[in-house]
């Protein structure tokens, strides 16, 4: 007659074996699965330990700071995209025109995605005050006529108590901004008080894996600018997630800690 403790050994045996090749999918789901969709950080959130306005400054000093040759913004491909990478938040920008774009780039699954829909940044050429910046900059970002994003195919979710993108537009602070001899818009150099104006959203870390983010824009200005153009954007990337090496040698010491786990009950 088979005893208890024999029965029990046999019972962690079969459980031992059941959850190793669960667990190595689990593993295998981490590695491939997307989302269906993402959910965006609601504007009053932080991000990595600042406010979204100080990071909408910062993304104007960031632009601003990279020359023309290398700026991700004048990048079709993305071949200089992964200078958005700022530890635990990853810049990715937008472009000056209407042309769609396709972007590839590798992020962490632990890290912010901050997405420039649209952003105006002013600062005074001569005598202009900073109500003069906030009126230009409002009526250059103008009137949003459409605005999308989705993420993997599925529109992006938003947080609780938000019903439309609109409701993410943001404005600074003045702030001090740098501007270097060699800048994308030829723009003389110097530190000039500056605010920015518009949409610098935030979302989740994604999954481990393949994901597509796609936004799309158009607006009109208004004020002095209304019937001079239209601002329309067509962004795609394609994004691959890859956790740290650290964070892959975790996963693989869960998938032994189980293993050794079942071992143990099978020979108690």
């Given amino acids: 007659m088979t005893n208890l403790a024999t029965q029990h050994g046999h019972a962690a045996h079969g459980v031992g074996r059941q ?23 609601a504007p009053e959130a932080l991000v990595a330990g600042y406010d979204q306005r100080f990071r909408l400054a910062q993304f104007s000093q960031w632009w601003i700071s990279i020359p023309a040759a290398t700026n991700p913004l004048l990048d079709g491909p993305g071949a ?25 780039v590798t992020v962490r699954p632990d890290q912010t995605l901050l997405l420039n829909l649209q952003v105006v940044t002013g600062w005074p050429d001569a005598n202009e005050t900073e109500a003069d910046l906030r009126f230009i900059a409002g009526h250059v970002l103008g ?50 008080p500056a605010i920015s104006d518009g949409y ?25 600018f209304a019937s001079q153009w239209t601002f329309e954007q067509d962004i795609t990337y394609n994004i691959t997630a890859v956790p740290e090496p650290s964070s892959w040698a975790l996963m693989g010491l869960g998938l032994l800690a189980i293993g050794a786990g079942a071992i143990h009950r099978r020979r108690g």
Wanted: glycine fraction near 12%; charged fraction near 5%.
């Fill in 80 to 104: 200089n995209t992964q200078l958005g990478d700022q530890g635990g938040y990853f810049f990715l920008p937008g472009s000056f025109n209407a042309t769609p774009v396709v972007r590839n």
């Fill in 19 to 41: 959850l190793l090749p669960l667990a190595a999918a689990a593993l295998l789901a981490i590695a491939a699965g997307p989302s269906l969709a993402q959910q965006l950080i």
């Fill in 200 to 224: 610098l959203i935030a979302m989740e870390g994604l999954s481990a894996g393949n994901h597509q983010v796609r936004w799309t824009v158009n607006s009109s200005p208004t004020g002095p």
């Fill in 143 to 192: 009137t949003i006529n459409s605005m999308s994003i989705t993420v993997d195919g599925a529109p992006a979710l938003l947080p609780a108590g938000y019903s439309s993108l609109g409701q993410f537009r943001q404005s600074t602070d003045l702030f001090p901004l740098h501007v270097g001899a060699d800048n994308l818009g030829g723009w003389p150099a110097g530190i000039f």
